[in-house]
């Protein structure tokens, strides 16, 4: 991976470097970066730098117009969020920052906290990444995610959303793509996103690639950020279908040969589970049919940027809609 460029530190001295995607989400991005005050940040060695991946509209006009202090980037087609992510991430590894902060747009957190994330990095060597803890509102009552690992018993993500749970034994540290601080040392040692999963799942990847290299990561209880968390039902079709999609590849990728006995079949039952759900809250034919080609895509092996009109056979569609908790338990 090339590294080089810039003196160590990033620019002005430098240490920390905010890494923001905004994709036709130019209100978002507005609010993230008010809460961050760049302006702020800079005196504190925290360098903030948006890349507008591939908007329909030019937002990175007003992105600059709004934020002088931000270094904006304009790309010409969406990278997707692995994709996007990775050109900051080279960004920062070529100037020479010690981390960099990877932060959804429609998340917010303050300068504080970062430096509270940047706090438990220095404390801790052994440290390859830490994280916030999520909240849903800017009054921080509602705690959403305190700690999160994978399950490889249930294939599942776990999110507990109050401190005290003990993570399993069986189980691996999840840091959630959301607002990570991840150390660029660890970066330059076990690579970045992996764009085959454009989106969703890649940070679950990084994970276990973090883990297999004897790398430890965690949650600060003491850094908090605000993050409108969307469970499954209420995913866009796009969305959908790369969630669908890539936890095939995942888990097919990642599983432990002590839990591998029956994955596909496992695999199958707990995406007809995770259908069902989706037509009990009453998503429509476009999402269901989102979600059911995903999961043929990833059943056959297919990532990278989704195509344009994914499509499955219709015996296939029809048998994900015969029952799909009947047979979704019945293969679990």
């Known amino acids: 991976m090339p590294v080089g460029g810039a003196a160590p530190g990033g620019p002005a001295g430098a240490r920390i470097l905010v890494s923001i995607l905004n994709w036709n989400g130019l209100a978002d991005t507005l609010a993230c970066l008010a809460c961050l005050d760049p302006v702020a940040c800079r005196g504190q060695g925290v360098a903030c730098v948006v890349l507008d991946n591939g908007s329909t509209q030019d937002e990175a006009s007003a992105l600059r117009a709004a934020h002088p202090a931000v270094e904006v980037l304009r790309g010409e087609t969406n990278l997707g969020f692995a994709g996007g992510q990775n050109q900051l991430l080279r960004l920062g590894l070529e100037r020479g920052f010690d981390s960099v902060l990877v ?36 009054a921080f009552s509602h705690s959403v995610v305190f ?129 069902a759900e989706l037509m009990s809250h009453g998503a429509g034919p476009e999402r269901v049919q989102a979600f059911v080609d995903g999961c043929w895509d990833g059943w056959r092996g297919r990532s990278g940027a989704p195509p344009a009109r994914p499509r499955s056979p219709a015996w296939w569609r029809g048998l994900a809609r015969l029952a799909p908790y009947r047979l979704g338990k019945w293969l679990s």
């Open 103 to 138: 932060l959804n747009n429609d998340a917010q957190i303050g300068l504080a906290d970062i430096l509270r994330l940047q706090a438990c990095l220095d404390d801790d060597p052994g440290l390859a990444g830490v994280a916030p803890c999520m909240y849903s509102d800017a």
């Open 147 to 275: 700690d999160a690992w994978i399950d490889w018993r249930d294939l599942s993500s776990v999110r507990p959303a109050q401190p005290g749970r003990t993570m399993p034994a069986n189980a691996l540290p999840l840091l959630l793509g959301t607002a990570p601080l991840l150390r660029c040392e660890a970066l330059r040692r076990v690579g970045l996103f992996d764009e085959r999963y454009f989106a969703y799942f890649e940070d679950n990847d990084l994970s276990a690639r973090l883990a297999a290299a004897g790398l430890r990561v965690r949650y600060c209880e003491d850094a908090r950020f605000v993050h409108r968390h969307r469970l499954l039902p209420a995913l866009s079709a796009g969305a959908l279908y790369l969630f669908a999609r890539n936890a095939w590849m995942f888990w097919r990728e990642h599983t432990p040969a002590a839990w591998r006995r029956g994955l596909r079949r496992r695999l199958l039952g707990r995406e007809l589970l995770q259908l």
